[in-house]
């Protein structure tokens, strides 16, 4: 058990860095949980629980720690914020591509039950060639948050809201220091999603991260049973929110264009099956993740330790640095960062 006196400061208040307080207060340390109050990633993107069965076939690695990782958040978080049908749907527009996701669910143990096409959430005009049931839902991200909020409340964190950090660096010690008003903590964890490259700069860390920007739409009249994405041809998804839809198509190489042609592509998408009519009803939005850039970096979980730093980080004796990827992997991200921090050994 680590000293129960060593005080460690999270920033970030999404849904990694309350995982990461969660875990650390469960372990013994005195945790505070320092936000800004605005929209990150992990409240700002598309909001699936996802089981790895659509990214099965092209990143098997990030399919298995979907897959291994996804039912570490615990199921009284989950299910009160679950939005539609407790499963999700695989869609193909013809049966070529069936075999490569059936093989690779199969390699990866994922539960794909296929059902006739005729069930699927598809429109009665444009039916699927195959339809599976895939265990994969959305969820409601704010109420997500407020639960998650509420148990780093109840693990006893120190929520501190509607703070903006600044990240300073001791020329002398080399450690991180934050505004006076925060206190001095002993270890900092910043897990701030897409801010992490700048609050790293402002404090002249050098790493390896790099931001993206990710464009996808909300559409006013379609009202979705249940989450549904279609696996060959244009890969369009479909989330039920509240009030709305949430509709994703993958970038061109990772990367998207303009709002002109972002906008353009989601309409296309939902034209071609008729679920288009009014271009009132669809908004376009970005968001922005942060990924890291070495191959060799686990993209479901990063986590840097400077006290150790990795190829490419400067040392910084007090921080560790967390990129969960996909907030499905929140918690075992978490995990990782826990076992930093009780590696005392490596705090001098």
């Not at 936000?35 to 598309?46: I, K, P």
């Not at 339809?131 to 969820?139: E, K, L, M, Q, T």
Request: net charge neutral; with cysteine; aromatic share 6%.
């Amino acid at each position: 058990m680590p000293d129960s006196r060593r005080r460690v400061f999270v920033i970030g208040a999404g849904l990694c860095g309350l995982a990461i307080a969660v875990t650390a207060a469960r372990r013994g340390f005195d945790v505070a949980c320092i936000g800004d109050g605005r929209r990150r990633a992990s409240l700002a993107n598309f909001g699936q629980l996802h089981s790895g069965a659509v990214l099965a076939p092209v990143l098997p690695h990030v399919a298995r720690a979907c897959w291994q990782y996804r039912n570490h958040w615990p199921d009284g978080l989950l299910r009160p914020a679950q939005v539609g049908e407790p499963h999700g749907y695989a869609l193909f527009t013809s049966a070529e591509a069936v075999h490569a996701y059936r093989s690779a669910w199969q390699h990866t143990g994922i539960n794909a039950e296929e059902i006739n096409p005729n069930l699927s959430p598809a429109p009665p005009a444009h039916p699927p060639a195959a339809a599976f049931r895939i265990p994969d839902f959305s969820v409601d991200l704010d109420l997500l948050h407020a639960r998650t909020t509420a148990l780093a409340r109840d693990c006893g964190v120190s929520l501190l809201s509607q703070r903006r950090i600044t990240l300073q660096r001791n020329q002398e010690t080399g450690l991180v220091i934050l505004d006076d008003y925060c206190g001095s903590p002993d270890l900092v964890v910043l897990a701030t999603g897409a801010d992490t490259p700048d609050l790293l700069a402002q404090a002249s860390v050098t790493h390896t991260l790099r931001q993206r920007r990710i464009a996808w739409g909300r559409h006013a009249r379609i009202r979705p049973s249940a989450l549904t994405y279609w696996l060959d041809g244009d890969l369009l998804a479909i989330s039920p929110d509240r009030a709305d839809a949430r509709i994703g198509l993958p970038g061109n190489n990772g990367e998207y264009g303009t709002n002109e042609a972002e906008y353009a592509r989601i309409r296309t998408a939902l034209v071609q099956r008729g679920l288009h009519l009014s271009d009132a009803d669809l908004r376009l939005q970005w968001g922005t993740v942060c990924e890291p850039t070495t191959t060799r970096a686990d993209p479901t979980s990063f986590v840097a330790d400077l006290r150790d730093p990795p190829t490419g980080w400067s040392r910084v004796p007090n921080l560790v640095v967390a990129v969960p990827g996909k907030w499905t992997t929140a918690w075992h991200c978490a995990e990782r960062v826990g076992n930093a921090l009780e590696q005392e050994g490596q705090l001098n």
